[in-house]
């Protein structure tokens, strides 16, 4: 089950790494880093994971932020490793997560960007 979650986000990941990612893939790997995220919150006590799923955050907004100056998704070098670990932390937490647990996630997720005025929902 894990590996047909991960084919898709690992290929999307590989994308924004070659600087030929869309708004699809832009959008499948930070739906992916947001649900690790409210994943780690539920788990808890795990400051660990939670630094590195921040930093990918500000890699995926500076990375949006070069797409809005150059016209195409790009990562600095630094913005390249926050990215990809935290696809390897969300791996880790899928792998670690019941389905049941990553559905719960996914709700809270939306639930948490329903609250926000243009909300963007896409599960990984």
């Known amino acids: 089950h894990a590996d047909g979650i991960m084919k898709p986000v ?3 990941l590989q994308a924004l790494l070659d600087g030929k990612a869309g708004d699809t893939e832009y959008r499948r790997v930070g739906s992916a880093l947001n649900v690790a995220t409210v994943r780690a919150g ?23 932020r070069i797409r809005h100056a150059h016209g195409r998704y790009g ?13 390897d932390l969300y791996e880790t937490i899928l792998r670690g997560s019941t389905p049941r647990q990553m559905y719960e996630a996914e709700r809270e997720l939306e639930r948490q960007l329903s609250k926000k005025p243009h909300p963007e929902k896409e599960t990984a």
């Open 42 to 64: 539920q788990i808890g006590d795990n400051d660990a994971a939670v630094a590195v799923l921040q930093a990918a955050s500000f890699a995926m907004l500076d990375c949006l």
């Open 10 to 12: 690992r290929a999307a």
């Open 75 to 87: 990562l600095t070098g630094p913005g390249r490793q926050a990215i990809t670990d935290g696809i």
